[in-house]
């Protein structure tokens, strides 16, 4: 044989990155866990499946130069799922008020920090963006002289809460962020993996009309919440020494992916929602502004396409961009007959923003 013979071929065999190391062991114990706890099958599968993806999305956002590491995100995603169980079920499950103000020193926690660290690396900040800043900067101004603002926007994903922070202290506005009042429905407040994230937030708790009229026995009660959720948004409005902002989606829900075209289409403005707060705004004897929001987020957190009516649905995570557009000042459009004019036009400036964010962004 010369010594020209034929070398053997090398055999390449991929090493496992090391988030695929921390992700599986995690997830080992994890289910050693869930196990001992006695959880059942469609708990343990909902909580890996969130690991996963979580693990993903971190290993997606690191490869980009974000500092987020395998140890980090097992240390975020094992807390996450911590004060899940101790929060959000069992003897010691959080109970939330109609009015509830964000949670910085509960049992040593901080939970407004825990839940914008935890989705701030799954954020492509800097292909994020915030758009109409002067009319950001004009509210922020109201507020700061002590008159109210509206954030009418159309909602995204569980994750908007944080995305708001997020991007408003990119743009040096982190602290006011902080403030914002949000309008939250029932799930967020009794799902057992949202409710560390809603305890960091101040909320302002609802139901929504599709799950007042979802059991006829308990209708009365959760109308009755609803009143008192707005005497003390009414109270909040009516403080002539500090203004605040409110967010709310007068959809009710999140928007959905359009199955047929895979769009995600804004979901339409409900008027009565709209004329409800401009009715708060007269009650407050408070200078009231208004202003559209437009928000895209869907992909961070992508919702289950059809509605489901209960809780516990399976999430996902992926690092992408975000991108968030503050309209101009609302006109005071519409008198008692033509109402719809101004609901119409809160919807059209939501939808201008939005379109100006898709374009931006692709």
């Excluded at 949202?194 to 007042?212: D, T």
Aim: charged share 25%; proline share 4%; glycine share 8%.
């Amino acid at each position: 044989m010369s010594s020209e013979s034929a070398v053997a071929e090398t055999t390449v065999v991929e090493t496992p990155s090391e988030f695929d190391v921390v992700r599986q062991a995690t997830v080992g114990a994890l289910k050693e866990q869930l196990e001992a706890a006695k959880a059942s099958p469609e708990l343990v599968g909902g909580l890996v499946h969130f690991v996963n993806e979580y693990f993903n999305a971190m290993s997606v956002s690191n490869a980009d130069g974000n500092d987020v590491t395998a140890k980090s995100t097992a240390e975020q995603i094992m807390k996450a799922i911590k004060f899940g169980m101790t929060y959000g079920s069992g003897k010691d499950k959080f109970r939330f008020g109609v009015q509830h103000r964000s949670l910085r020193d509960h049992d040593g926690i901080d939970f407004h920090e825990f839940g914008c660290d935890f989705f701030r690396p799954a954020m492509n900040l800097e292909k994020s963006p915030v758009l109409g800043q002067e009319n950001l900067k004009e509210l922020m101004e109201f507020v700061k002289q002590g008159d109210n603002v509206v954030l009418f926007a159309n909602h995204q994903s569980e994750a908007d809460p944080q995305v708001v922070s997020c991007l408003l202290e990119k743009v040096g506005y982190g602290d006011e962020a902080a403030e914002i009042f949000f309008v939250a429905g029932h799930k967020v407040t009794t799902d057992t993996l949202a409710i560390p994230f809603s305890m960091g937030r101040n909320l302002i708790c609802i139901h929504s009309k599709k799950h007042i009229d979802n059991d006829q026995e308990t209708k009365p009660m959760k109308q009755k919440q609803n009143l008192m959720a707005m005497s003390s948004m009414l109270e909040l409005l009516r403080n002539p020494e500090k203004g605040c902002i409110i967010w709310v989606a007068p959809s009710g829900g999140r928007d959905r992916r359009d199955l047929k075209t895979n769009e995600v289409p804004i979901a339409p403005f409900d008027q009565k929602t709209i004329d409800m707060f401009r009715l708060m705004g007269n009650k407050s004897k408070q200078p009231m502004h208004y202003y559209s929001l437009s928000m895209v987020t869907y992909d961070i957190c992508p919702p289950p396409d059809y509605v489901e009516a209960g809780t516990g649905e399976q999430r996902n995570v992926r690092y992408v961009p975000v991108g968030l557009s503050f309209s101009k000042e609302l006109e005071n459009l519409g008198g008692v007959e033509s109402r719809h004019l101004f609901t119409e036009q809160a919807q059209e400036e939501c939808q201008k923003g939005y379109d100006d964010l898709l374009k931006e962004m692709n």
